[in-house]
């Protein structure tokens, strides 16, 4: 008995892992194909054979049964009773287990700090003021430094504070930080936008260096690109929903203009160059669907370039997340502000602004992209 206790502990094991790896594969890329195979592998990864295990996208069976983005592994593998066979004959028994996982929550962190290893990876200064009472603050740095507060006169009200590493300076108010956490990975995957050399074409680029209400915005398989080193976007101009605009060296944004629209989202996409807002009024509303799900104003890795989001008496309305990998997401003063569902960083200095972080996911809980993936049987 105690040896096929030992083998259904195994198979569990095997069951959930399959069951897990299936369901996460599930959720970045959408097919049940790929779900069954990952979850196969990973099954046979922890002890059994293909022949052991079947791994059903959607599940077949319970509760869960028919619903897209769960998956199933059930293994069944013959053991050896050794004493049994020779009291009653039966020289081998099926040891079973099951396991259902998906990604039926959303998370409700809003900002991540994603690099690992900097010191003042989260840089916060005199009356700094984050805002965000029904999501979570994190910060994956595992540095002892890895949050920075100077100056006693800030505020950081968040549903909580994690950090990989330790704080330096004085204590967060109200929201002191829970130090030493598990580390997490950047929830977009590294995401990258268009490429200019083989995404910019005739067919879709604005070349002119000041784009107003009057100039044609061409499309092409979804993308928008403006080739102008430091192209000024002009006051009043709104640039419709379901499209990417790729900024290939710079953008600067000037009075007050919108991008995307509550019913059709965008995204700007700054490949390259820098971001400058100055004083203007800038609103976006991220796609809810596809590749850019969430994002509303992002920088590939690969730009490096500090992301400056607040600066002036400038203000910002995101319905989506800043997304900036690569790069330090900075907010230099108090005379405006902003509002943003999410940001995720390399990066981010707050130095005495005010930012408000109403929950991504808590905006959009059926088309929020934070999944987390569980064993929920």
């Known amino acids: 008995m105690g040896v096929l206790f030992r083998a ?80 009653s004959g039966i020289s081998s028994i099926n040891v079973t287990a099951r396991a259902v996982a998906g990604a039926p929550g959303a998370s409700q962190a809003c900002i991540y700090i994603s690099n690992p290893t900097a010191s003042s990876a989260l840089d916060l200064q005199g009356a700094y003021d984050i805002e965000a009472p029904g999501c979570g603050v994190y910060v994956n740095s595992n540095s002892g430094s890895a949050v920075n507060v100077t100056g006693n006169g800030g505020t950081l009200n968040a549903g909580s504070f ?18 030493y956490s598990a580390p997490q990975s950047d929830p977009f995957g590294g995401l990258s936008g268009p490429n200019p050399a083989t995404d910019c074409t005739g067919a879709n680029t604005v070349s002119v260096a000041t784009v107003k209400t009057t100039t044609a915005i ?67 509303y991220a796609p ?19 992301l400056q989001v607040q600066f002036g008496s400038g203000n910002q309305t995101l319905d989506g997340f800043i997304y900036a ?9 108090h005379g405006g502000g ?20 109403p929950s991504y996911s808590v905006a959009h809980p059926i088309t929020t992209p934070l999944k987390k993936v569980t064993l929920v049987e």
Do not use: W
Not at 340 to 345: E, H, P, R
């Open 338 to 357: 902003i509002t943003a569902t999410g940001i995720v960083a390399n990066t981010m200095f707050d130095k005495a602004s005010t930012i408000t972080i």
């Open 325 to 333: 990998p690569g790069a330090e997401v900075y907010l230099q003063d």
């Open 8 to 87: 259904k502990r195994n198979v569990q094991i095997a069951a959930d892992a399959a069951a897990f790896a299936g369901a996460l594969d599930y959720y970045y890329n959408a097919s049940n194909a790929t779900a069954i195979s990952r979850g196969t592998a990973s099954g046979v990864a922890n002890g059994v054979t293909t022949s052991q295990i079947t791994v059903n996208s959607p599940p077949t069976y319970g509760p869960n049964a028919g619903k897209a983005g769960f998956v199933e592994a059930i293994v069944i593998q013959p053991n050896n009773t050794l004493f049994m066979g020779y009291l």
């Open 218 to 284: 061409p499309v092409s398989n979804g993308i928008t690109c403006f080739s102008s080193t430091n192209v000024t976007l002009s006051g009043g101009l709104a640039l419709p929903g379901g499209a990417i605009y790729v900024f290939e060296n710079g953008v600067t944004v000037g009075g007050t203009m919108s991008v995307g629209n509550s019913s059709s989202g965008a995204t700007m996409d700054v490949y390259s160059g820098t971001f400058n807002q100055g004083n203007s009024v800038l609103s976006i």
């Open 288 to 306: 809810t669907s596809g590749t850019y799900n969430g994002i509303a104003l992002m920088q590939p890795v690969t730009n490096t370039n500090e």
């Open 162 to 179: 994690d950090i990989v590493g330790g704080l330096t300076g004085h204590q967060t108010n109200p929201t002191a930080p829970s130090t």
